[in-house]
């Protein structure tokens, strides 16, 4: 009997770099600035917006809800900050995408109503101190409004000149489809929760809508709040991986894991946290970490602790 020969395929890196197609608004890189932490004082805060668009990182995303935690005050806090942001730098405004989120009350907690998704959104841009939101996405599906209800509020936003694009966040595959049968033009972006440490997106369907719709994921807490750094509550196999692959590369295992995520054909952008102009620095690094099919796999499996089928 012959020997078994398994073929060889030649080992290709996966593109966690290439730019991001958000519809009407262009191109953006893979990174964004998210600013639920953007809650330290006007001159850190400035640091931190500064240094992520000198690095590239161009799509900044906020939300209404922002500035109830991480040592914010109240909601809309960290709008407020980010329109402090833009008034301090000339022309910082124009050199960024905004996005920002509306549709969470604490106590309701959620109204997509469309009377309300348009004061909310009018509430974002004067906080903001913006003429134009480049995505506004509902922040949390509200199961007792209909999608069409919300589809006439996005139109009616968009015709005013208020919004250019639209997206949704923490949306089932089934809520995501209901919306955008509704839109003309159709959803820009949707936010899924997606990590080597959290891979329902891959199993859901959620990424593979992403690309038979041309809706670009933005994938939130892409290192598992933080714990992909710290390791805590990290399987040792998959911390193992990744720091090997960190060796490899040169980089820390933070920015294996953001450029895990950066390597799904679906061409997700990981929305960053940090607040520290030297971590943006760090993991600015991911688009340049060249992974293999085999590495992307062996994150996948350690990930779930179970053979591959």
Known sequence: MADLKIPSAPQTTLDVS???????????????LGCWRL????????????????????LIDNADVYGLDWGGTHFGACEEALGRVFAAVPGLR??????????IIPGVPYDSSGDYLI??????????????????QVHRPDMVTHPEEVAAAFTSLRTRGLVKEFGVSNYTVPQTLALNGFLDSG????????????????????????????ITPMAWSPLAGGRLATGEGISAELLTVLDELAARENVTRS??????????????????????????????????????????????????GVPLP
């Open 94 to 103: 124009d050199r960024v995408v905004l996005a920002t989120k509306g549709g």
């Open 255 to 304: 920015a294996i894991a953001i450029a895990f995520v950066l390597a799904h054909p679906s061409k997700p952008i990981a929305i960053l946290g940090s607040t520290q102009p030297e971590r943006l620095q760090e993991l600015a690094k991911a688009t340049r970490v060249q992974l293999s099919r085999t590495d992307w796999y062996r994150i996948v499996q350690a990930s779930e």
């Open 18 to 32: 290439g730019d991001r197609d958000l519809s009407s608004l262009g191109t953006v890189g893979p990174l964004s």
């Open 187 to 214: 959803l820009a972006t949707t936010q899924p929760q997606f990590s080597a440490a959290h891979l329902e997106p891959l199993r859901d369907g959620t990424l593979d809508l992403c690309m038979e719709a041309a």
């Open 39 to 58: 809650t330290g004082s006007d001159d850190d805060n400035i640091a931190t917006v500064t240094t992520a668009v000198d690095l590239g990182i161009t």
């Open 119 to 136: 004061a909310a959104c009018e509430a974002s841009l004067r906080r903001m101190n913006v003429d134009t939101i480049d995505l506004y």
